[in-house]
C-alpha cells in the first residue's frame, strides 16, 4: 500500500487546481466572437464570411468524430458567425457582449453539414470582379451613378450553381463597363424580399430596378449590358476627320482611334469586318464606358477612307493613342493589346500624374477654402509614398472639373497628416471645401465612386474630428454639435454616412462631426463608445446617445425632438417627482426599455412620434431600465419594452393600465391612449346598449371593435376627430366585443372596426333594429361631412333628424 502522501492530492492544492479549472471554463465561454473566428473588430461582412469558413472546414463535427466536444466548440463559432455577421445583433454585441443577445437565447444551436460549408457557402468571395452586397450596403451601392446586374442566388439552388461559372466569366468581360454584384438570399431574405425576387437566380438591372429576362449565357449577357451603357464613339473619315478631332471641346483631349482594314483598299469601300490589330464594335463600346469623360474613342474605316490613313502613315491596322488631337501627325503611341481591360489601364499609364501638393501648398489651399469665398473645392489622395497612386485617379480631373485635384505624399510630412485626422489607413481620399474643414471617402476607390462623394459632400457641413476638438469646442462650447463615432470598416456605418450628409446640409443650426474609432481608439473609449455606429448629439454639452438610425429624416427628426423634447428621460427621483407624486388631473405614459433590446429600439422613433402627436395632451416619458435598474426592480418591470398609463384621477404608483398591442405603431399607441384622455365618445357595454342607443330618439354613431385589433385602435383618433366635429348633432359611443361579444354578435359584427349609425326612434320607448346601418367611408375626411349634411340641416324640434321618407 503506497503512503498517504502518494496517494492523496493535499487539499490546498486540490482547490487551487478547481478554481483554475473554474476561471479556464469561464474563459473559454466568455472568450470574444471576434477572437473566436480571428478577425479584427472593424472586419467588414467578407473579411467574417471568409474567417469563418476557413474555421468551418477544420472544426466542423463531420471532420472532428472523434471529439466528444466538436460540436460544442461549433456551436460557439458559429454563434460568433451568426451574431457577426447581422449588422444589427453586431451593434448589440458590440455595446453590451453577450448579455445584449438574450432575445436571441438558443438560436444557434444548428448548424450545416460540411459539404455545404465546402461546395455552397460564400459562393462569389473569392472572386475579385463581383462585388457581394447585403443590406448594408446595398441601397448606397446600386442606387447610385453607375450601371449595376446584380444576381439575387440561393447556395441551395442548383440553378445558381450552374449558373455561377457564367458569371464569373462575364464579370471578367465587362470588369470596367458595369458594376456586376451578387446577393446571398439564404443570408439576406429581407432584402430579396424587398426588392421583389421570387426564384432563383434572378438577374436586376439597377438603378432603374428592371428583370434580366434574356438567355443566361455569356454572348448575351454581355451584348445586353453593352446595351445599357450610353457611351460616344466617333466615326471618322475623311469628310470630318479635322472638324471633330480639333473642335474646341475636342483639340485638348486624349484620344484612341482604331484603324481597320489596309489603306491599298479602293476609296469608298467599307470593311465589314475588324481586321486584326483593331477593336470591333463591342470592344469600342467597352472602351468608351471604361474611359468615360476622360479620353474620346474614334474608328477609321482604311478602306473607305484609304486617302485619310495613307496620309497619317497608317499601313495596316492598329490602334493608336494621342495625348492631343494635335499629336495625331506624330503617329501617337500603337497598342498591341487585345483586352479592353488592358488597353484601358495602358491608356491610363499615359495620361499624367495628378499634380502633387507640397505642405505649404495644401495649407495655403485649405486657408483659402476657410476665408476665401472664390476658391474651388479641393479633392486630395494622400498616399503612404510616392508610388502609391493608383491608375483611377487619373480619371478625376475629367470627372471633377470644377474642382482642383491633386495628390499627396504623408512621407514628406507625417506631422500635417496627423492633424488631419488621416491615420494608419492609407490612401484616403478627402475633400476640402468652401468654408473650412474637411471630409473622407470611405467607400471604394473607384474614379466615379470619388466623383459622386466629392459631389454631394459639396454643400454639406459634415467635417472630420479628433482629440484636439474634444472638449472644445464640441462638448464646452455650449453649441449644439452631431457626432457620428464609426469605424470605416463597418458595413452599417458606410451606410450611414451619406444619411448624415444629408442631414447635415438640411440642419443648418447644427455641427456635424465624425470621429474615426479606428484612428481614435483612446477618444471613443474616453466616449464611452462600444458599438459602430454610434451617434452622440451634444445638446449643450449633454450627451444623448442612439445607436439606431436608418436615415437622414430620422435623424433629423431625434435632433428636433432633442432640442425640443416631448419625451422626458426619468431618472428615480424625476419619476418619483413627476408620475408618482403626480396631479390628479395628469395622465403620464412611460416606456421602460433596455438599450440593447431590438424592440425597444424599434419603438423609440414611434414613442417620440406619439409624444409629438399628443401635443400636451398627457405627459410622455422614458426609462432607461439599465441604467435606473433599481426603479424598473422596484416597479416590478420584468422586460422590454414596457409601457404603461398612471391615469388621471390617481397618485402613486399602484394603479397603472399596460400597453398589451400587437402593434406599437403611433396610431395604436394613440388608440390605446384615449382610453384615458376625456373623450366626446361615450363607452357602451351589453348592460346599456339597448336603452342608451336602440331606443335612443337621438342619432348615434357606434364602433365595434376589439382591443386586440391594431386596425381598431388606430381608428380611435379618427373617430375622437368626428365626434368633436359632430358634437351637439351626433352622439358618439363604442363597445369592446371582446368584453361583450353576445351584444356585437346580435348586431351581426362581422369585422373590427364595425361602424354603424343609428338614427334614433320616432316614438320614445320604441325599439331601433340591432344592425343599424352600415358605414364604410370611415375617414374624417368622408363621414364629418356626410354626417353634417345629413343632421345638422334637418332637425325638427325634438332635436333629432326626420326621417327624410
Same mark, same amino acid.
Given at each position: 500500500?503506497?503512503?498517504?502522501?502518494?496517494?492523496?492530492?493535499?487539499?490546498?492544492?486540490?482547490?487551487?487546481?478547481?478554481?483554475?479549472?473554474?476561471?479556464?471554463?469561464?474563459?473559454?465561454?466568455?472568450?470574444?466572437?471576434?477572437?473566436?473566428?480571428?478577425?479584427?473588430?472593424?472586419?467588414?461582412?467578407?473579411?467574417?464570411?471568409?474567417?469563418?469558413?476557413?474555421?468551418?472546414?477544420?472544426?466542423?463535427?463531420?471532420?472532428?468524430?472523434? +471529439?466528444?466536444?466538436?460540436?460544442?466548440?461549433?456551436?460557439?463559432?458559429?454563434?460568433?458567425?451568426?451574431? $457577426?455577421?447581422?449588422?444589427?445583433?453586431?451593434?448589440?454585441?458590440?455595446?453590451?457582449?453577450?448579455?445584449?443577445?438574450?432575445?436571441?437565447?438558443?438560436?444557434? %444551436?444548428?448548424?450545416?453539414?460540411?459539404?455545404?460549408?465546402?461546395?455552397?457557402?460564400?459562393?462569389?468571395?473569392?472572386?475579385?470582379?463581383?462585388?457581394?452586397?447585403?443590406?448594408?450596403?446595398?441601397?448606397?451601392?446600386?442606387?447610385?451613378?453607375?450601371?449595376?446586374?446584380?444576381?439575387?442566388?440561393?447556395?441551395?439552388?442548383?440553378?445558381?450553381?450552374?449558373?455561377?461559372?457564367?458569371?464569373?466569366?462575364?464579370?471578367?468581360? *465587362?470588369?470596367?463597363?458595369?458594376?456586376?454584384?451578387?446577393?446571398?438570399?439564404?443570408?439576406?431574405?429581407?432584402?430579396?424580399?424587398? !426588392?421583389?425576387?421570387?426564384?432563383?437566380?434572378?438577374?436586376?438591372?439597377?438603378?432603374?430596378?428592371?428583370?434580366?429576362?434574356?438567355?443566361?449565357?455569356?454572348?448575351?449577357?454581355?451584348?445586353?449590358?453593352?446595351?445599357?451603357?450610353?457611351?460616344?464613339?466617333?466615326?471618322?473619315?475623311?469628310? %470630318?476627320?479635322?472638324?471633330?478631332?480639333?473642335?474646341?471641346?475636342?483639340?485638348?483631349?486624349?484620344?484612341?482611334?482604331?484603324?481597320?482594314?489596309?489603306?491599298?483598299?479602293?476609296?469608298?469601300?467599307?470593311?465589314?469586318?475588324? /481586321?486584326?490589330?483593331?477593336?470591333?464594335?463591342?470592344? !469600342?463600346?467597352?472602351?468608351?464606358?471604361?474611359?468615360?469623360?476622360?479620353?474620346?474613342?474614334?474608328?477609321?474605316?482604311?478602306? =473607305?477612307? /484609304?486617302?485619310?490613313?495613307?496620309?497619317?502613315?497608317?499601313?495596316?491596322?492598329?490602334?493608336?493613342?494621342?495625348?492631343? =488631337?494635335?499629336?495625331?501627325?506624330?503617329?501617337?503611341?500603337? $497598342?498591341?493589346?487585345?483586352?479592353?481591360?488592358?488597353?484601358?489601364?495602358?491608356?491610363?499609364?499615359?495620361?499624367?500624374?495628378?499634380?502633387?501638393?507640397? /505642405?505649404?501648398?495644401?495649407?495655403?489651399?485649405?486657408?483659402?477654402?476657410?476665408?476665401?469665398?472664390?476658391?474651388?473645392?479641393?479633392?486630395?489622395?494622400?498616399?503612404?509614398?510616392?508610388?502609391?497612386? +493608383?491608375?483611377?485617379?487619373?480619371?478625376?480631373?475629367?470627372?471633377?472639373?470644377?474642382?482642383?485635384?491633386?495628390?499627396?505624399?504623408?512621407?514628406? +510630412?507625417?506631422?500635417?497628416?496627423?492633424?488631419?485626422?488621416?491615420?494608419?489607413?492609407?490612401?484616403?481620399?478627402?475633400?476640402?471645401?468652401?468654408?473650412?474643414?474637411?471630409?473622407?471617402?470611405?467607400?471604394?476607390?473607384?474614379?466615379?465612386?470619388?466623383?459622386?462623394?466629392?459631389?454631394?459632400?459639396?454643400?454639406?457641413? $459634415?467635417?472630420?474630428?479628433?482629440?484636439?476638438?474634444?472638449?472644445?469646442?464640441?462638448?464646452?462650447?455650449?453649441?449644439?454639435?452631431?457626432? +457620428?463615432?464609426?469605424?470605416?470598416?463597418?458595413?452599417?456605418?458606410?451606410?450611414?454616412?451619406?444619411?448624415?450628409?444629408?442631414?447635415?446640409?438640411?440642419?443648418?443650426? *447644427?455641427?456635424?462631426?465624425?470621429?474615426?474609432?479606428?484612428?481614435?481608439?483612446?477618444?471613443?473609449?474616453?466616449?464611452?463608445?462600444?458599438?459602430?455606429?454610434?451617434?452622440?448629439?451634444?445638446?449643450?454639452?449633454?450627451?444623448?446617445?442612439?445607436?439606431?438610425?436608418?436615415?437622414?429624416?430620422?435623424?433629423?427628426?431625434?435632433?428636433?425632438?432633442?432640442?425640443?423634447?416631448?419625451?422626458?428621460?426619468?431618472?428615480?427621483?424625476?419619476?418619483?417627482?413627476?408620475?408618482?407624486?403626480?396631479?390628479?388631473?395628469?395622465?403620464?405614459?412611460?416606456?421602460?426599455?433596455?438599450?440593447?433590446?431590438?424592440?425597444?429600439?424599434?419603438?423609440?422613433?414611434?414613442?417620440?412620434?406619439?409624444?409629438?402627436?399628443?401635443?400636451?395632451?398627457?405627459?410622455?416619458?422614458?426609462?432607461?431600465?439599465?441604467?435606473? =435598474?433599481?426603479?424598473?426592480? !422596484?416597479?416590478?418591470? %420584468?422586460?422590454?419594452?414596457?409601457?404603461?398609463?398612471?391615469?388621471?384621477?390617481?397618485?402613486?404608483?399602484?394603479?397603472?393600465?399596460?400597453?398589451?398591442?400587437?402593434?406599437?405603431?403611433?396610431?395604436?399607441?394613440?388608440?390605446?391612449?384615449?382610453?384615458?384622455?376625456?373623450?366626446?365618445?361615450?363607452?357602451?357595454?351589453?348592460?346599456?346598449?339597448?336603452?342608451?342607443?336602440?331606443?335612443?330618439?337621438?342619432?348615434?354613431?357606434?364602433?365595434?371593435?376589439?382591443?386586440?385589433?391594431?386596425?381598431?385602435?388606430?381608428?380611435?383618433?379618427?373617430?375622437?376627430?368626428?365626434?368633436?366635429? $359632430?358634437?351637439?348633432?351626433?352622439?358618439?359611443?363604442?363597445?369592446?366585443?371582446?368584453?361583450?361579444?353576445?351584444?356585437?354578435?346580435?348586431?351581426?359584427?362581422?369585422?373590427?372596426?364595425?361602424?354603424?349609425?343609428?338614427?334614433?326612434?320616432?316614438?320614445?320607448?320604441?325599439?331601433?333594429?340591432?344592425?343599424?346601418?352600415?358605414?364604410?367611408?370611415?375617414?374624417?375626411?368622408?363621414?364629418?361631412?356626410?354626417?353634417?349634411?345629413?343632421?345638422?340641416?334637418?332637425?325638427?324640434?325634438?332635436?333629432?333628424?326626420?326621417?327624410?321618407?
Amino acid at each position: 500500500m503506497g503512503s498517504p502522501t502518494s496517494s492523496r492530492m493535499p487539499w490546498k492544492a486540490t482547490i487551487l487546481i478547481a478554481i483554475i479549472l473554474v476561471t479556464l471554463v469561464g474563459m473559454v465561454h466568455s472568450e470574444d466572437f471576434y477572437e473566436l473566428l480571428g478577425i479584427e473588430r472593424d472586419a467588414d461582412a467578407k473579411d467574417i464570411r471568409r474567417a469563418f469558413k476557413r474555421l468551418a472546414l477544420t472544426m466542423h463535427p463531420d471532420k472532428n468524430q472523434h +471529439d466528444p466536444k466538436a460540436h460544442d466548440k461549433f456551436v460557439r463559432i458559429n454563434r460568433a458567425y451568426e451574431v $457577426l455577421k447581422d449588422d444589427e445583433l453586431r451593434k448589440k454585441y458590440d455595446r453590451f457582449g453577450e448579455e445584449g443577445l438574450k432575445e436571441q437565447k438558443n438560436q444557434w %444551436n444548428r448548424y450545416e453539414s460540411w459539404q455545404f460549408y465546402k461546395t455552397e457557402f460564400g459562393l462569389y468571395d473569392e472572386d475579385p470582379e463581383i462585388v457581394t452586397l447585403s443590406k448594408s450596403d446595398f441601397e448606397q451601392s446600386v442606387f447610385g451613378e453607375d450601371i449595376w446586374i446584380v444576381n439575387f442566388y440561393s447556395p441551395r439552388c442548383h440553378h445558381c450553381h450552374d449558373l455561377a461559372p457564367t458569371w464569373r466569366e462575364f464579370a471578367k468581360e *465587362v470588369e470596367g463597363v458595369i458594376r456586376v454584384g451578387a446577393v446571398n438570399c439564404w443570408d439576406d431574405r429581407p432584402l430579396c424580399t424587398a !426588392q421583389g425576387v421570387k426564384r432563383f437566380p434572378t438577374l436586376f438591372v439597377y438603378p432603374k430596378h428592371e428583370e434580366y429576362t434574356g438567355t443566361r449565357t455569356l454572348e448575351p449577357l454581355v451584348k445586353f449590358a453593352l446595351n445599357l451603357i450610353d457611351v460616344t464613339i466617333h466615326p471618322l473619315w475623311t469628310g %470630318n476627320f479635322k472638324k471633330v478631332l480639333f473642335s474646341d471641346e475636342s483639340k485638348n483631349q486624349p484620344w484612341l482611334i482604331s484603324y481597320c482594314g489596309s489603306p491599298t483598299g479602293t476609296e469608298g469601300e467599307t470593311s465589314d469586318v475588324a /481586321s486584326v490589330g483593331c477593336l470591333d464594335r463591342d470592344d !469600342q463600346r467597352k472602351l468608351a464606358a471604361i474611359l468615360n469623360k476622360v479620353v474620346n474613342i474614334g474608328s477609321v474605316d482604311c478602306v =473607305a477612307s /484609304s486617302q485619310l490613313c495613307t496620309k497619317l502613315k497608317i499601313d495596316e491596322s492598329t490602334i493608336r493613342f494621342y495625348q492631343k =488631337a494635335k499629336e495625331i501627325t506624330k503617329g501617337g503611341k500603337e $497598342l498591341e493589346l487585345e483586352q479592353p481591360k488592358q488597353i484601358g489601364d495602358e491608356i491610363l499609364k499615359q495620361l499624367p500624374d495628378l499634380s502633387t501638393f507640397t /505642405s505649404s501648398q495644401l495649407q495655403e489651399a485649405r486657408h483659402d477654402l476657410e476665408v476665401k469665398g472664390d476658391s474651388p473645392p479641393v479633392v486630395t489622395y494622400f498616399m503612404k509614398q510616392s508610388g502609391d497612386d +493608383d491608375l483611377e485617379l487619373k480619371k478625376l480631373p475629367h470627372l471633377l472639373t470644377d474642382m482642383k485635384v491633386r495628390k499627396f505624399n504623408c512621407s514628406t +510630412d507625417q506631422a500635417l497628416c496627423e492633424d488631419l485626422y488621416l491615420g494608419t489607413h492609407l490612401p484616403k481620399v478627402a475633400l476640402f471645401r468652401k468654408g473650412g474643414g474637411h471630409e473622407f471617402h470611405h467607400g471604394r476607390l473607384f474614379a466615379q465612386d470619388i466623383a459622386a462623394f466629392a459631389r454631394s459632400g459639396l454643400n454639406s457641413r $459634415l467635417r472630420v474630428l479628433g482629440p484636439n476638438d474634444f472638449p472644445d469646442p464640441v462638448i464646452s462650447s455650449g453649441e449644439p454639435w452631431f457626432v +457620428d463615432f464609426f469605424s470605416p470598416h463597418c458595413p452599417p456605418c458606410r451606410q450611414l454616412l451619406p444619411e448624415i450628409r444629408k442631414a447635415a446640409s438640411r440642419v443648418p443650426y *447644427v455641427n456635424f462631426g465624425t470621429v474615426d474609432c479606428t484612428t481614435h481608439q483612446a477618444l471613443c473609449s474616453q466616449q464611452n463608445i462600444r458599438s459602430y455606429p454610434t451617434t452622440v448629439f451634444f445638446n449643450v454639452s449633454k450627451p444623448h446617445i442612439n445607436v439606431g438610425f436608418s436615415n437622414s429624416h430620422a435623424i433629423q427628426e431625434f435632433i428636433e425632438d432633442t432640442i425640443n423634447p416631448k419625451v422626458v428621460p426619468l431618472s428615480q427621483s424625476l419619476f418619483d417627482r413627476l408620475v408618482k407624486n403626480r396631479a390628479k388631473e395628469d395622465l403620464w405614459l412611460v416606456d421602460f426599455y433596455a438599450p440593447w433590446c431590438g424592440p425597444c429600439q424599434a419603438l423609440m422613433p414611434e414613442w417620440r412620434k406619439f409624444a409629438k402627436k399628443l401635443n400636451g395632451t398627457a405627459h410622455v416619458g422614458s426609462v432607461d431600465c439599465i441604467e435606473h =435598474a433599481s426603479l424598473c426592480q !422596484q416597479l416590478s418591470v %420584468n422586460s422590454y419594452p414596457t409601457i404603461r398609463a398612471y391615469p388621471m384621477g390617481h397618485t402613486g404608483t399602484a394603479r397603472f393600465s399596460a400597453y398589451n398591442g400587437w402593434n406599437r405603431d403611433v396610431m395604436s399607441l394613440m388608440g390605446w391612449v384615449h382610453n384615458f384622455l376625456p373623450s366626446s365618445v361615450e363607452v357602451i357595454t351589453q348592460n346599456n346598449f339597448r336603452d342608451r342607443v336602440l331606443r335612443s330618439t337621438e342619432p348615434w354613431v357606434i364602433d365595434f371593435y376589439a382591443p386586440w385589433c391594431g386596425p381598431c385602435m388606430s381608428y380611435m383618433p379618427s373617430l375622437e376627430e368626428v365626434a368633436k366635429a $359632430l358634437k351637439g348633432y351626433v352622439r358618439f359611443g363604442k363597445i369592446d366585443c371582446q368584453s361583450f361579444q353576445s351584444t356585437c354578435m346580435q348586431a351581426s359584427i362581422q369585422a373590427y372596426p364595425s361602424l354603424r349609425i343609428y338614427k334614433g326612434t320616432e316614438t320614445k320607448g320604441y325599439s331601433q333594429n340591432w344592425f343599424g346601418e352600415q358605414v364604410y367611408q370611415k375617414e374624417p375626411q368622408y363621414l364629418i361631412p356626410f354626417l353634417k349634411q345629413r343632421y345638422t340641416k334637418n332637425l325638427d324640434g325634438t332635436g333629432h333628424a326626420k326621417d327624410e321618407l
